[in-house]
């Protein structure tokens, strides 16, 4: 007997349906299961069968063939168990086979029959939604994650007893419902806040146009001097997710596995700040079945890169796509994926080996020369990437023993960032994807970055002193269009791009 069910698979960040075809026969004691699958689901067969068996369920002893359409597809991990048992069961006409077809059906056996949660049931409730299914049955795990997609029915089980007297209507399952403003509320709260550092104003007034525009940032001080510190709570002042850029933010996530049971929505700004041993794949994505890497997995935050010098040369280049684009291509041999990568990258450096050049109370023990090496492990088209280079001073003993001045909360300087991002926003409105200054091309640059005579003059004086390219050229324009915002002016004037040159430091070799 034939019995057809339906699930679906995740394919890049998007999934596909995956029609599940059972046939039972008479003959030989034998599983296959084709339709290209990988070794994960070609092992289902025997959690499978153990599932069946310790359920009470009859396991036949015949020819059994699994085909998995579209047979040009490679299926991927143990979220067809559930549906391949419950196939299998239907074509042995344990379950009503007109109710087996209505739904989309995930999940992984254990042996003893209870259903481990998968990944990625975000996209294939949005997939099983916009294929026109009425339902999707999950493990009780990923409901919450799956709720979240409106108009599809989410059905939890936790065991293929449960799955298998639901389809039969022997017994009800209430749909999973989840409150999609009472969970924005419940998870939107930052709790690193800028009030917490004190001194560094100018790094603070930097990172505030960082946020306004999305420029990207390069700290660089001694140790100690609270780069990290400032880097973790850049999130706070960034203006908060929308429910699209959460869904799109929560997908990526959901497919990298990172989601636990409680967490069904990422209503904060990602942060991620990957060890400086990371290898290119794990940074920028990919593998044998390609996921999505750190950057697609920071996209709509901040990627945090802590003492970049020190992280691979071949790493860090692999950024430059990214940075200009807003999203990765994988291409392997059998398939070609496209992960979003739009964030924010705020890195970190000493001055020096030792990291005290620019340090009033300790000496450098650096050469020229070793300044100078250490300086070339981060490249100049890299740099030109990077809109400002912050210097973060060691805070003097004095300012850190003061505790009657309050540093401004995080939620002070949101206020002023969001002002500016909805100027951008409004100026904006017509043009696909420019969400901010730092997305600009160069031909809407001439149309929106007007600058006044005088500030022409000193930017070209700039760039004639200092040898910057013509990315370095956008990239100071552009930060003053921000600045600009931020004080509510149409036109870019001399003090914007004043401003602006001055957060070239790695330009101006002050470091040789």
């Not at 989410?154 to 639901?166: E, H, I, Y």
């Not at 991620?272 to 997995?297: D, F, M, Q």
Request: a neutral charge.
């Amino acid at each position: 007997m034939l019995a057809k069910v339906f699930s679906h698979e995740v394919y890049g960040v998007d999934a596909f349906t995956v029609e599940v075809e059972v046939d039972v026969t008479k003959g030989k004691d034998v599983f296959n299961i084709v339709g290209l699958p990988d070794a994960s689901v070609k092992e289902s067969k025997e959690r499978v069968k153990a599932a069946l068996i310790n359920s009470n369920f009859y396991c036949p002893r015949e020819q059994i063939t699994i085909n998995l359409a579209p047979a040009d597809m490679r299926k991927k991990g143990p979220s067809l168990d559930l549906p391949m048992a419950l196939g299998l069961l239907g074509a042995l006409g344990k379950i009503n086979p007109e109710r087996l077809r209505q739904f989309s059906i995930v999940g992984e056996l254990s042996l003893d029959g209870a259903i481990r949660p998968v990944a990625g049931a975000l996209p294939i409730a949005l997939g099983a939604r916009d294929k026109g299914f009425s339902g999707i049955i999950v493990p009780a795990e990923n409901a919450a994650e799956a709720a979240v997609v409106e108009g599809i029915d989410v059905f939890p089980v936790s065991t293929l007893m449960d799955a298998v007297s639901f389809l039969n209507s022997q017994m009800e399952i209430a749909p999973h419902r989840a409150n999609l403003r009472e969970i924005f509320v419940c998870n939107s709260k930052c709790f690193l806040d800028f009030a917490d550092v004190k001194g560094q104003e100018n790094a603070k007034r930097a990172l505030e146009i960082a946020a306004a525009g999305g420029h990207n940032v390069l700290l660089v001080g001694p140790p100690g001097s609270g780069k990290t510190m400032l880097a973790k709570r850049l999130p706070s002042i960034l203006p908060e997710l929308s429910l699209e850029e959460s869904v799109e933010t929560t997908k990526l996530h959901s497919i990298a596995g990172l989601l636990n049971g409680k967490q069904s929505l990422i209503a904060t700004r990602p942060f991620r700040s990957p060890h400086h041993t990371i290898s290119n794949i794990a940074l920028i994505g990919g593998g044998t079945i390609p996921k999505p890497g750190e950057v697609s997995l920071a996209h709509n935050g901040v990627l945090f890169l802590d003492e970049m010098p020190e992280f691979d040369r071949q790493v860090l280049e692999v950024l430059r796509q990214p940075l200009e684009d807003g999203y990765v291509n994988i291409s392997r041999t059998a398939m070609s994926l496209t992960f979003p990568a739009r964030f924010i990258l705020c890195g970190s450096c000493n001055p020096c080996y030792c990291g005290y050049l620019t340090d009033t109370t300790r000496e450098c023990r650096c050469t020229p020369q070793q300044i100078q090496k250490y300086r070339n492990r981060l490249s100049g088209p890299l740099l030109d990437r990077i809109d400002l280079h912050i210097e973060v001073p060691a805070v003097p003993i004095r300012e850190l023993a003061r505790h009657s001045h309050a540093a401004e909360p995080s939620s002070a300087i949101r206020e002023r960032v969001n002002a500016a991002r909805q100027r951008q926003r409004e100026r904006y409105a017509d043009i696909s994807g420019v969400h901010s200054n730092a997305h600009l091309s160069s031909r809407e640059m001439k149309k929106f970055c007007r600058l006044t005579e005088a500030a022409q003059t000193t930017l070209e004086s700039a760039m004639y002193m200092l040898g910057l390219s013509a990315r370095a050229y956008d990239r100071i324009i552009k930060v003053a269009r921000t600045i600009a915002d931020m004080t509510g002016q149409d036109q870019i004037d001399t003090d914007q791009v004043a401003e602006a040159i001055g957060y070239r430091s790695m330009d101006r070799n002050v470091w040789k």
